[in-house]
């Protein structure tokens, strides 16, 4: 015969509470849960505390049941208690509510707390839930205080006032730390850059600092180019002539994150400062590289902008030197509309050569006529006659985008590249090539868009041909004197070629015919 006995077997446990599961059963059932699982009776013992419980919550019970008040004061929040109190109290579901737990040496810990009532004959006990979502929070912190840089950079705002903000958010998400931002200077210096919370005495003193391999945190990361971690700035040599300068402001330890651009190239250092001795762990190696990243975007933007607004004046100074030169040659030039069409008539050609040279123009081989009625007051409009041999002779005819001052402009810069390209003269394809060549640098740096039409023919008296190739210029006629017949000389292309300055290095194709009467 079995003797009866008062323990409960596995066979009698109620199967709708798992509190009344042996202990094995019910760590088998809750320990894998992925967050912390506080199981309570009324009269506040603690009957079960998974392994995610224990360490959110940092305690160690090595008998169970354990008291409540006794347990969880070691939890560092009185708040905690009060909840689990309350949910007792209530004999009911609790909605989640975030504690947090302080931490002296650190990040404080945010837990949600969430409390439900466990199914059973009568209300006995309840089940906490404890889901540890500081890292959450912290790193929500985190992406509203790069969102805020970013804005302002967006905004346009100065270097010094996105660096401060990218300072700010830093040491909001991470207290007891001090942080600042240095700028590279030549390669060979320090600069400061951003530090509103390091004592003055301290920014000026290192303002300048020239950069080494040994040369305190920042200087040694800027100089190879990689992070550095002072742990102890009392006994590391990179800091021996620093120490006093360092004690002053009362700092132990110094982390430098490289401030690295697009290419790999550094531009400043980001430095994490603490008044005790402390080693990084991987939260906080991730938070200097991700804030140095941000200071890096807002660095290399300003840096760009300030190398565009320098091109864009080195430009403006050179268009303004060749106003310059051009008004020099001219008499009282009334302003910039009347100079720019006195440059526009200049580069056209006012006299056409003969064929052969020297010989009278009635006597020429081929003659030249031209008429120019530009549809606006102050046109691009442009063409160039040159002679190649004693029987060929070159066209260019051209027509710059748009009309008023910049258009004269750019017609005069067509003129000069024009003059440089006498070898390719002959050969209509790579002269438009070449031509189109210069145009597209020009443009290219002007960030102008804009773009020239031309046509170009090497007529051969000798041959009885022509030699044309088109850049998206209405098509030349040929007139038959003796029909009366027009042709239109179209390209032997499936398509039309672009226009210059559009496309950098595209081959123009050429076409030849023939001029008989």
Not at 36 to 47: A, C, K, S, W, Y
Not at 238 to 249: E, H, K, S
Not at 453 to 473: F, K, M, P
């Amino acid at each position: 015969m079995h003797q009866p006995t008062d323990q409960p077997s596995e066979s009698s446990a109620d199967l709708g509470d798992p509190t009344t599961f042996p202990g094995h059963l019910l760590a088998d059932l809750l320990d894998p849960v992925p967050i912390g699982i506080l199981i309570i009776d009324t009269e506040e013992r603690i009957h079960y505390l998974n392994p995610i419980g224990r360490e959110i919550l940092s305690l160690d019970l090595p008998a169970l049941p354990a008291p409540l008040e006794r347990t969880l004061a070691g939890t560092r929040s009185p708040l905690l208690l009060e909840l689990i109190r309350h949910a007792l109290s209530i004999a009911g579901a609790r909605a989640p509510e975030i504690v947090t737990l302080e931490n002296p040496t650190g990040i404080d810990q945010r837990v949600q707390v969430r409390s439900s009532p466990l199914p059973g004959p009568r209300f006995s006990r309840i089940m906490v839930s404890l889901i540890d979502v500081t890292l959450q929070e912290w790193e929500r912190k985190v992406q509203k205080s790069h969102e805020r840089s970013l804005e302002l950079l967006a905004a346009g705002d100065n270097l010094s006032k996105i660096l401060h903000s990218v300072i700010e958010g830093a040491e909001d998400a991470l207290p007891g730390m001090v942080c600042s931002i240095l700028l590279l200077e030549d390669g060979m210096r320090l600069r400061h850059g951003a530090a509103p919370s390091l004592p003055s005495f301290y920014n000026r003193a290192i303002d300048g600092l020239k950069i080494g391999n040994s040369v305190g945190s920042c200087g040694s990361a800027a100089f190879r180019g990689e992070r550095v971690i002072v742990s102890d700035i009392s006994t590391h040599p990179n800091w021996a002539p620093y120490r006093d300068l360092v004690a002053r402001a009362g700092f132990l330890a110094c982390w430098s994150q490289p401030i690295l651009s697009s290419k790999g190239e550094v531009l400043g250092t980001f430095a994490m400062y603490y008044k005790e001795r402390r080693e990084p762990g991987p939260r906080d190696l991730d938070f200097i590289d991700t804030t140095a990243h941000m200071a890096g975007i807002a660095i290399e933007r300003k840096r760009a902008e300030r190398l565009l607004r320098e091109a864009h004046d080195e430009l403006e100074l050179r268009v303004e030197r060749r106003v310059a030169e051009l008004a020099s040659v001219r008499e009282e030039m009334e302003g910039d509309l009347e100079l720019a069409r006195e440059v526009h008539d200049a580069c056209l050609p006012r006299s056409f050569p003969t064929f052969p040279l020297n010989v009278v123009p009635s006597e020429s081989a081929i003659r030249f006529f031209h008429r120019l009625r530009p549809t606006a007051g102050l046109a691009g409009d442009f063409f160039d006659i040159r002679s190649i041999s004693d029987s060929e002779a070159g066209l260019l005819i051209c027509d710059v985008m748009g009309r008023g001052v910049r258009t004269s402009l750019v017609t005069a810069m067509l003129r000069g590249l024009v003059g440089e390209l006498r070898d390719f003269a002959g050969l209509p394809g790579r002269f438009l090539q070449e031509l189109n060549g210069g145009l597209s640098r020009i443009f290219y740096e002007a960030e102008s868009p804009m773009f020239v039409t031309a046509s170009y023919v090497v007529i051969d008296a000798v041959r009885g041909e022509l030699r044309y190739a088109n850049a998206g210029h209405p098509s030349p006629l040929r007139v038959r004197r003796s029909s009366g017949v027009i042709d239109v000389l179209q390209s032997d292309g499936s398509r039309p070629d672009p226009a210059l300055g559009f496309i950098q290095g595209f081959r123009y194709s050429a076409t030849v015919r023939s001029f008989e009467p």
